[in-house]
């Protein structure tokens, strides 16, 4: 590991981070935040994908720590069907983000 600014990184390497999210009450618990807060500091970019329908404070929060935040209906596997934080990595959002 090399440290560059107080952040600890592995060889310059671009990492991305989909970090998907659900809560069955649809609220936004701490701990989220707190993953977040950590893990922002070992990701270039970051997208979230959330299958709970969260207030707009919430999202708003989210958006503090991801490049994309993704909501989507809590319907099927995640994996597939509908859009996934690999569906905006490996599309043009990706390549806006990374530029």
Do not use: C, P
């Amino acid at each position: 590991m090399i440290e560059l600014d107080g952040v600890a990184t592995v060889n310059h390497v671009k990492r991305a981070l989909i970090y998907v999210h659900y809560n069955k009450n649809d609220e936004l618990s701490e701990y989220v935040i707190y993953q977040l807060e950590k893990l922002k500091h070992f990701y270039k970019k970051i997208v979230i994908l959330s299958n709970s329908k969260l207030t707009d404070s919430s999202l708003i929060r989210l958006e503090k720590y991801a490049d994309a935040v993704i909501q989507r209906n809590n319907i099927g596997s995640i994996l597939l069907h509908g859009v996934t934080g690999y569906d905006i990595l490996d599309g043009k959002l990706w390549k806006r983000m990374t530029n």
